[in-house]
């Protein structure tokens, strides 16, 4: 199966600064990736789809300002937790998938902690 | 709008046994897939199978079945010969018609159920 990165996997941070976690598929061009949070013991919870070269499309609720996304290339999608407040601690994964494929392939996660 | 039900939080089986983790979904789409994925203590999430709504038959990856009946809108994982390493969340997924392919694919899942494997 096709291989997707994202680092850091846990990153603490102070309230008020911001994190960038990315996303990266190893071995394919993934021409659209997406991101979710997921709280303990919860689902996952979609925020945002973005193309390759184009601006993320975001679901309701989320906020586009706090929760930056860029997908600059084919191979790297970055999620950046702007002034993180302690309620933004969670876990983020993110997905990618080429055009074609069936299935979606997700990274790590990155467990996010805002003290 | 898509739904996905997982009714069971939490389920046991001894190693080597076969279980079956529930799924029913709801739809007004003619098309659509189903998906099941395991997600470790570890966080990350290793997609599992998949069953398009057209596929005639169940679909079958290793120790892994699902078991579709389109009627009932239900897509059981079954799994087979239980190991301790199968271990973990496992989450039924599904993606709509309208969200088949290109920049449009959107997975809704359900909420999980928490499989636990005793020696």
């Known amino acids: 199966g096709a291989v997707v990165s994202q680092h850091p996997s846990r990153v603490i941070c102070k309230s008020g600064t911001s994190v960038k976690i990315e996303c990266r598929s190893l071995?394919?061009?993934?021409?659209?990736m997406f991101w979710y949070r997921q709280f303990p013991k919860k689902s996952l919870m979609l925020m945002a789809t973005?193309?390759?070269?184009?601006?993320?499309?975001?679901e309701q609720g989320v906020e586009k300002d706090k929760f930056l996304i860029n997908h600059a290339s084919l191979t790297l999608s970055t999620l950046t937790v702007t002034s993180a407040h302690p309620e933004d601690s969670s876990f983020y994964i993110c997905?990618?998938?080429?055009?074609?494929?069936?299935?979606?392939?997700f990274g790590q996660g990155t467990r996010l902690t805002v003290v | 709008a898509q739904k996905i039900t997982q009714t069971q939080p939490g389920m046991f089986v001894q190693e080597k046994e076969a279980v079956t983790l529930d799924c029913t979904y709801d739809?007004?789409?003619?098309?659509?897939?189903l998906f099941w994925y395991k997600q470790p203590s570890s966080g990350e999430m290793i997609f599992l199978i998949y069953?398009?709504?057209?596929?005639?038959q169940n679909a079958t990856e290793g120790r892994y079945s699902l078991n579709f009946q389109k009627a009932r809108k239900s897509a059981n994982l079954v799994i087979s010969a239980s190991q301790l390493g199968d271990s973990a969340m496992y989450f039924c997924?599904?993606?709509?018609?309208?969200?088949?392919?290109?920049?449009?694919?959107?997975?809704?899942f359900g909420k999980g159920t928490l499989l636990t494997v005793n020696p």
């Open positions: 069953q398009g709504s057209y596929d005639e």
């Open positions: 973005s193309n390759e070269g184009s601006k993320a499309t975001y």
């Open positions: 739809t007004s789409d003619q098309s659509y897939g």
């Open positions: 071995d394919f061009q993934a021409t659209t």
């Open positions: 997905s990618a998938k080429r055009y074609r494929d069936t299935e979606a392939f």
């Open positions: 997924a599904m993606r709509g018609e309208k969200y088949s392919g290109g920049s449009n694919y959107k997975l809704t």
